[in-house]
């Protein structure tokens, strides 16, 4: 392929002349890559963070405002769908107008749907301004993938991508505790309220530092129904597997759901061979290192999302942990990731990404193992060193998976290729909830009886015994008021013996599709269009 040439936007509506990537030098702090790298690492650390920092002020805000339990729920659920539909539009978006832009319009929108989230006071006004939340993180997360992108050189284009990814790691595992401390001490509203500042400084910086980099062939129209038949598919999808848990996965509407996104899908893929302009050419994925890349993301987050999904609960109701604790705990994982990711950019960039990839989801089927070890009494030092294998492994892969993806796309898709990479993510996060969730409720099912009735407690009605099992699947003992502390504890017993059982299958489930994931590695190979980037400025 040959270099693209670009259009660089000083400012909004100011272009220069077309003028080949690599002399394009930088003019003072507007297009450092250092300098463009801090900049979109604080704004995408506002919205990592708020992906976990959020579910601590659950239940505060269900407290406060009267909410019920499925309202609550939507509090995740609609940022999540709004996130997760609008990711790859929002990459084209950035791919048409310029990442500059989109960049400082997330921001700024995130930010103002955050403070009006603090200001609200009722369940519908938190839930709607989640959704903006979700509609502006998706145009702020490919902009900033975009903008690293065009301004390294391939030969730092990895190191910028480990310092991002380090950056998202860190902010994911460190909300719990951000969060634990600002409901335990201040509000739940303050949770939101942090935002406000971080985005007006991400905002300043965006204004004075970045530079727009266009690709000469960017699109210029815009491919409306490929929009909305994507949009429509990814909905169906997601949509079905936020409701499995309560449908249930043989449930007729879980599967209307299925069925209709494949459709979709299917419709969207025939359409994009007949449009001048698609919102994604199939062509890309001709390339089997970006195909590889998308697989790699969507397994490695089932396996970490999934897995980790019921190492909070047990953290908290096994252990009997607060919110704090339980972070606190998780920092070797954290800690790791922080370590690993630019270590990782500096090994993929020397020896390329196929061993570290491989080796780094080997780690993670390791360390997904050993989590399914874990006991009611293992001790801190025996979970840190699961935990600490975890972050070890994921941060190559997160790291890796991504250069790979966005570096094998031609640069004026990398909008586009951005979005790919979060979506895959988020559908892959979602996914492995979703089975992970159903595997451990089918095992909780099946071996509470059996295990309630070996204890010598009391037989329960259907009824009761669905009741408990709901329960039990997330590490809660259902002991009823006012049982003696002989039965009760009996009960505990039989309760937590039987959740880490569920966890132990999860856990090597999640393990499984880690060491699926080691073949995927292997098909990949370093971004063949990471040269048509930039060396804009001075490194």
């Not at 959704?131 to 992108?149: H, K, N, S």
């Not at 190191?159 to 335990?184: D, F, K, Q, R």
């Not at 727009?212 to 062939?217: F, I, L, P, S, V």
Request: glycine share 14%.
């Amino acid at each position: 392929m040959t270099s693209q040439t670009t259009i660089d936007a000083t400012g909004p509506g100011d272009t220069a002349p077309d003028a080949p990537l690599e002399s394009a030098p930088a003019a003072g702090l507007r297009g450092h890559p250092w300098l463009t790298l801090i900049t979109v690492a604080v704004g995408v650390m506002m919205v990592a963070l708020d992906g976990t920092i959020v579910a601590i002020a659950n239940p505060a805000i269900q407290k406060d405002l009267g909410a019920t339990f499925a309202q609550v729920q939507w509090i995740t659920n609609g940022y999540f769908l709004a996130l997760a539909v609008s990711l790859i539009t929002a990459g084209k978006l950035g791919d048409r107008f310029g990442h500059r832009q989109t960049f400082l319009i997330g921001v700024t929108g995130f930010a103002a749907a955050s403070g009006a989230i603090g200001l609200s006071h009722s369940i519908a006004a938190v839930v709607t301004f989640r959704v903006f939340q979700g509609l502006f993180g998706a145009l702020l997360m490919p902009a900033a993938l975009g903008l690293l992108r065009a301004t390294f050189p391939a030969e730092k284009l990895n190191m910028a991508i480990g310092i991002w990814g380090m950056v998202i790691g860190a902010s994911t595992a460190g909300g719990p505790i951000l969060g634990g401390v600002l409901v335990e001490h201040v509000s739940w509203q303050s949770v939101f309220f942090i935002n406000v500042p971080v985005g007006a400084l991400a905002l300043v910086l965006g204004t004075l530092i970045l530079r727009d980099h266009r690709a000469e062939n960017a699109p210029r129209s815009f491919d409306v129904l490929g929009i909305a038949l994507l949009s429509g598919a990814m909905f169906c999808l997601v949509w079905a597997l936020i409701k499995a848990p309560s449908w249930g996965w043989g449930d007729g509407r879980t599967w209307l759901f299925i069925a209709a996104s494949v459709v979709l899908f299917a419709l969207f893929s025939v359409w994009e061979t007949r449009v001048a302009e698609p919102l994604i050419p199939l062509g890309l994925f001709r390339s089997i290192p970006l195909s590889a890349g998308v697989v790699l993301m969507v397994l490695m987050a089932i396996a970490f999302m999934g897995g980790l999904f019921f190492v909070t609960f047990y953290l908290q109701n096994v252990h009997g942990m607060k919110p704090i604790d339980a972070g606190l705990h998780l920092l070797p994982l954290t800690g790791m990731m922080i370590v690993g990711s630019p270590l990782a950019g500096a090994a993929i960039t020397k020896l390329g990404p196929r061993i570290p990839l491989a080796g780094g989801m080997a780690a993670t089927a390791i360390a997904m193992y050993g989590m399914s070890t874990l006991k009611a009494d293992t001790g801190s030092g025996a979970m840190s060193v699961w935990f600490a294998l975890l972050g070890l492994g994921l941060a190559p892969v997160m790291v890796g998976a991504t250069e790979v993806i966005v570096g094998n796309a031609p640069m004026e898709l990398s909008g586009v290729a951005g979005g790919l990479q979060q979506a895959a993510m988020q559908i892959g996060g979602s996914l492995g909830t979703a089975v992970l969730g159903a595997v451990m409720a089918s095992k909780v099912d099946g071996d509470l009886p059996g295990n309630w009735t070996g204890a010598g407690l009391p037989q329960l009605t259907p009824d009761q015994l669905g009741k408990a099992s709901e329960a039990v699947q997330v590490g809660v003992a259902p002991v009823p008021k006012g049982v003696p502390d002989q039965v009760a504890a009996k009960i505990t017993e039989v309760a937590h013996h039987t959740f880490i059982s569920g966890m132990s299958l999860a856990s090597l489930v999640a393990a499984g599709v880690a060491a699926v994931a080691v073949l995927v590695a292997l098909l990949t190979k370093r971004g063949a269009n990471a040269e048509s980037g930039a060396g804009v400025g001075h490194i």
